[in-house]
Each structure stands twice: as C-alpha cells, then as structure tokens.
C-alpha cells in the first residue's frame, strides 16, 4: 500500500479536503495511509481527472445521504466515475465517515410563537 497515491482537493472542499484532512488525522479515518500518498489537487475534479488517468490510485469523494434505499454507488463521485467510463464493478468504496450534513440551513425566528400559531417564516 505504501506507493498507493491518493488524491485529495485543496480548499474548502468539504468531501475532497477538509473531511480527509480530519479523517487523517488519526481519529476513525482509514488506516495506513500516510501525507507522502496524497497527491494535493485543486479541486475534486481534479481528482476524478488524475484518477481516470491512472495517475492516482484513488479519492476521497461523496455521495448524498438519505433513506436506508440510498447506496454511496447511486450518486455523488461514484456516479460521476461511471458516467466518466470507470467501470462500476472495479471500484471499491475502502472508507466511509460518518454523516455530514451539509449545505443550505433556514434560519430560525428569534421568538417563540404564541400557542396556536405557526412557526412559519415570511
């Protein structure tokens, strides 16, 4: 495993950067892997690009979470790969974090409601 390379995004991104580098950092990430397999790349298309080359032997990437019928195969970078020409069969999913939620919040009044009212927003 020790010439495994691993790309991984720089930035802000959330699934391709930030969530590796905590995996990494000893707490529940995968095991074995060192800073001297990641290959830093700018973005997780990058990464998709390396890997389809052959450049990379693998990614951190993401899938939508959902019911119990949701797979990490049906979407995210899985599907992004298939549809790129990887060959669903010959990818293996090695790692999985524990759910993330991510992306757009409501904001929440700052009063309580009366009893009987709505909690609707304007």
Do not use: C
């Amino acid at each position: 495993m020790e010439d495994t390379k691993i790309a991984v995004a720089q930035g802000d991104s959330i699934a391709g950067s930030i969530l590796p580098a905590m995996a990494l950092s000893g707490r529940d990430g995968p095991r074995g892997v060192t800073s001297s397999q990641l290959k830093m790349v700018r973005d997780d298309t990058d990464a998709v690009d390396l890997y389809m080359s052959g450049a990379v032997d693998g990614l951190f990437g993401w899938a939508l979470s959902g019911d119990d019928t949701n797979l990490p195969t049906d979407s995210g970078t899985f599907s992004v790969l298939v549809e790129r020409g990887a060959d669903a069969n010959d990818l293996e999913i090695r790692w999985m974090s524990d759910l993330l939620r991510h992306g757009r919040t409501r904001s929440a009044k700052t009063s309580i409601p009366k009893p009987g009212t709505s909690w609707r927003t304007s």
